[in-house]
């Protein structure tokens, strides 16, 4: 029992689904029609066996006809159809009536016309379901008088009239009964959408409700919110102001400084360059009267707190760390009368980046020893847990002396120590966790998650190799943004298609150094040991005075003049 009425449910449904591209204002007319058709096929049907039982197959066959047409309306109504199945439908009883006004009659074909008519009735807008029956009745009791004068009035007499009339009763009720029924149908259906529809109006209600509740509870943290934003813009302002402030006085202070001797030691004489923590000065060694470098710390906006100093005195604690004849050689460090310096050695010669741009680009051997040398101090660097963070030409320094060119690393002020160092906060050594650097030249890893290791360095030295070769660095545009998104997804361009005369395992090497997953990236050393081999170029070392000067047979770079020193 329980199975018959799912089995009957899931016919309803299927009968009563509106399908897509019908409008809803034909919703009751597409029920209505399903199941006329469903009645009208199983009809035809029994006339058709009833026909061919008797051996009446003219009957017979055209039943077949009809059969075949109400399963077709079926099929159309059901992809929604409505119109094409309804003429259909209206062929067949068209034609149906006609064969029988030729065959058995007037009154045998005027009934098909009371069939139509009785659809009419029970299809019409009228709610009044009484009346309709009503209606049915008198319409049925016309159909069965005309069906049974059309039967005695014919002189072949297939059946008898008592089995033919209890047929066509039956034939009768089941119509109605079927029209009733999907009157039904379309009615239930048409409440449950209603009471959907009025769910989903009482939910869109409440939701509308607490959005607008969320609304003002926005509204007013963002009232909050643009307050703290005006105080912090006011206080961004003054702290603005004080910062120019304080670079005004340095700048005074700065020119004031030559002829100041700090610690009763260095003699300032003349400022030659400046820094990110500062003022770089020539000073005089009173003692020996050696020449050496200075930088003087000033206070400025990222710096001026005592992590800013902690730092710029690190710089002082890195360098000496590493202790490579290749990387700028600090001599001492203190604070005179509130004066924070580093004391180095004086550099005579050119950047990396002056470099570049006055040979546009350089030769592979001529990268090769620039290269090594830098690799060599990394090495050092990074045995000690000591990362760069910031190589770049700007801080590849080609020093002149009377012996030659040393190659020199320059700037360990924002270098980072993968340990700890007695009496200094590790955090202070990563400025706050903040991203520090230049972008142009950082790995991805750096740039996407702030992470900062050995292979980070080797990342920025096949860009500035990169550079060296072709010009140009691999990833550059005028947005930032877009710069960073190129590190982070796009593949390097081939060098060899902007310097042709670059060999195969030259840009085999630098690609290497520019993959995306640290891993992938040589080690200094190896970097060191295949340019070397690669392309062949041999340095016969020179020690004086515990520096290390590189000296090859081509490129061969004379002393520079003692009137322009600088400060890598």
């Known amino acids: 029992m329980e199975k018959s009425t799912s089995y009957f449910k899931t016919f309803i449904e299927k009968f009563s689904s509106l399908p897509e591209g019908l409008s809803k204002e034909n919703y009751r007319y597409y029920v209505l029609t399903n199941y006329i058709y469903i009645l009208a096929f199983f009809s035809h049907g029994a006339l058709l066996a009833s026909f061919a039982l008797v051996g009446v197959n003219s009957l017979a066959f055209f039943n077949i006809g009809s059969c075949l047409l109400f399963l077709s309306a079926i099929a159309f109504n059901l992809r929604g159809f409505l119109i094409f199945s309804i003429g259909l439908a209206a062929l067949e009883i068209i034609s149906h009536a006609i064969v029988c006004v030729y065959t058995l009659g007037l ?83 048409a409440l449950k959408a209603e009471s959907k529809l009025a769910e989903t109006l009482e939910e869109l209600k409440k939701a509308n409700s607490e959005t607008e509740k969320k609304n003002l509870e926005l509204a007013d943290k963002n009232q909050e919110l643009a307050g703290k934003n005006k105080e912090l813009n006011n206080k961004n302002e003054e702290l603005m102001q004080s910062y120019k402030r304080a670079n005004l006085i340095f700048s005074a202070l700065s020119e004031a400084l030559p002829g100041t001797v700090l610690d009763g030691k260095y003699r300032l004489d003349e400022k030659i360059g400046t820094g990110g923590f500062g003022a770089v000065f020539r000073a005089t060694h009173l003692v020996t009267k050696r020449l050496v470098a200075v930088k003087v710390f000033q206070p400025m906006a990222g710096n001026a707190t005592a992590e800013g100093l902690e730092r710029f005195q690190l710089e002082a604690i890195l360098a000496c760390r ?141 860009v500035m190799l990169y550079q060296m070769l072709c010009g140009k660095v691999p990833f550059r545009s005028d947005d930032l943004w877009k710069t960073i998104q190129m590190h982070l997804s796009d593949p390097p361009p081939p060098l060899r298609k902007i310097n042709s005369d670059i060999p195969v395992e030259v840009e085999e090497i630098v690609m290497q150094t520019l993959k995306k997953d640290p891993k992938e990236r040589p080690t200094a050393i190896d970097l060191a040991e295949r340019l070397s081999k690669t392309i062949g170029v041999e340095f016969k070392p020179i020690v004086r005075n515990q520096t290390k000067i590189l000296v090859s047979e081509s490129n061969a770079a004379q002393p520079a003049s003692p009137d322009s020193p600088t400060l890598g």
């Open 107 to 189: 009154a045998s074909g005027f009934q098909y016309y009371i069939l139509g008519l009785v659809v009419a009735v029970f299809a019409s807008p009228s709610k009044k379901l009484s009346l309709k029956i009503a209606l049915a009745i008198a319409i049925a009791l016309t159909y069965i008088c005309l069906n049974y004068y059309a039967q005695i009035s014919v002189p072949t007499k297939v059946l008898s009239p008592l089995i033919l009339n209890t047929f066509n009763i039956m034939n009768l009720l089941i119509f109605i009964f079927v029209i009733s029924l999907s009157i039904f149908a379309s009615d239930r259906a």
């Open 322 to 462: 590493v202790n490579h004849s290749n990387a700028i050689e600090v001599l001492d460090s203190g604070i005179s009368g509130g004066i924070a310096y580093i004391t180095m050695e004086l550099l005579n010669g050119c950047t990396l980046t002056q470099e570049i741009k006055r040979y546009d680009h350089l030769t592979p051997k001529r990268c090769a020893e620039i290269i090594i040398p830098v690799c060599n101090v990394l090495a050092k660097a990074h045995s000690a847990g000591i990362i760069h963070r910031d190589i770049k030409p700007d801080n590849i320094f080609l020093h002149h002396s009377e012996q030659g060119e040393v190659i020199k690393v320059v700037d360990f002020g924002i270098a980072k120590l993968q340990g700890e160092i007695e009496g200094v906060a590790m955090n202070n050594l990563t400025m706050g966790g903040g991203l520090v650097g230049t972008p142009t030249y950082m790995s991805p890893e750096r740039l996407l998650h702030n992470i900062c290791e050995d292979s980070s360095d080797i990342y920025s030295v096949g």
